[in-house]
């Protein structure tokens, strides 16, 4: 096709053939680099859409090019007037039909969050029966958010895709040090798991002490070490699932922190996949023994199956409150 000066002659491969000259990318939600950002660090908030009959460039970092389409993007880069831009777009070539581009798929999740400077009442009231204080979910990083964007390979599907939500009820923010995230909503019902974690990623309560409780969670860990008076440390990685070889399952300066304490209580779920869990390690660890539960109903107050550290706690509280 010869270009004659009308950009509606580009056709979707044109389009994406130049966003890829501008933005290293023809895939869509793909998180790439923001233009104009001046550090090397991919957030998930920049990413192609399509929008209108047009493949638009989605950038909350920057006002200016959010949601423009390539040809605008192409006079913002190089500061192109309307005829510069069609000078600059004769030396293109434009395809009446589609051509298949292979690409690397990124299958990374990227979440981005707007922190509350607070958090919403029920996620007080919700982590208070487990006797864990405001206070101490701001200073184990655990924040609320008003706003939330998760750019993430859908394996269904087969693509990347993208979602925006408002979680305004009960929910509580992981981060950790690596800048991972791991994002819990225990009260919605058809709740599923969005985390971007790795085995690098552990909740990890260091107070100094040779005693050592490692559990699954951040629930139990927090109430084990509170019921203690903080006279014990505590850990737990991202799953109860371990690898084959337990050496994988931290990394090599966890283990190092894990092995220096003489006395190690593990504290797995009380279920199949916990138990199993519970056994490897003590196997596995040799100065480790097993949390042995109590004999306790099946179900606490809150219609919760008693089967680890934290509704044990919330049982017993409150029935010795």
């Known amino acids: 096709m010869v270009f004659s000066k009308k950009l509606s002659e580009f056709s979707d491969q044109d389009q994406l053939d130049l966003w890829y000259e501008l933005i290293g990318t023809r895939q869509l939600y793909k998180p790439i680099l923001s233009i104009h950002r001046p550090d ?11 929008y209108r009959g047009k493949y638009r460039l989605t950038d909350f970092t920057n006002k200016e090019f959010h949601n423009i389409d390539v040809f605008d993007a192409i006079k913002l ?7 510069e831009l069609l000078d600059f777009l004769k030396n293109k070539s434009c395809h009446p039909s589609p051509r298949k581009v292979k690409e ?31 206070e101490q979910l701001w200073n184990d990083g ?29 929910h509580a923010i992981y981060t950790f040090p690596s800048g991972n995230c791991k994002i819990y909503q225990p009260l919605e019902e058809d709740r599923f798991p969005i985390s971007n974690t790795n085995k690098e990623d552990v909740w990890k309560i260091d107070n100094g002490s040779e005693y050592l409780i490692i559990g699954t969670s951040y629930k139990d860990i927090k109430c084990a070490t509170n019921t203690c008076d903080n ?22 300066a966890t283990w190092k922190w894990i092995l220096q304490h003489p006395n190690i209580l593990i504290a ?50 409150e029935n010795n409150s």
Do not use: M, W
């Open 142 to 170: 655990v924040r609320n958010a008003h706003s939330l964007v998760v750019n993430h390979y859908n394996k269904k599907q087969g693509e990347r895709a993208i979602f925006h939500f408002h979680p305004k009820k009960c």
């Open 40 to 50: 090397n660090k991919i957030g998930g908030q920049v990413y192609l859409d399509y």
């Open 231 to 252: 006279l014990v440390d505590s850990l737990c990685g991202q799953t109860e699932g371990l690898p084959t070889v337990l050496e994988n399952a931290f990394n090599e």
């Open 77 to 83: 880069k190089y500061g192109f007037n309307q005829s």
């Open 104 to 134: 690397i798929l990124d299958k990374k999740c990227y979440i981005n969050f707007q922190p509350l400077d607070g958090y919403y009442k029920s996620t007080i009231e919700y982590f208070k029966t487990y006797g864990i204080t405001q």
């Open 268 to 317: 797995g779920d009380d279920d199949v996949t916990g138990r199993k869990y519970t056994q490897r390690l003590v196997e596995f660890i040799p100065q480790a023994i097993a949390f042995e539960y109590p004999e306790l109903p099946k179900l606490n107050q809150y219609n919760k199956k008693i089967k680890d550290l934290g509704e044990i706690y919330r049982y017993l509280y």
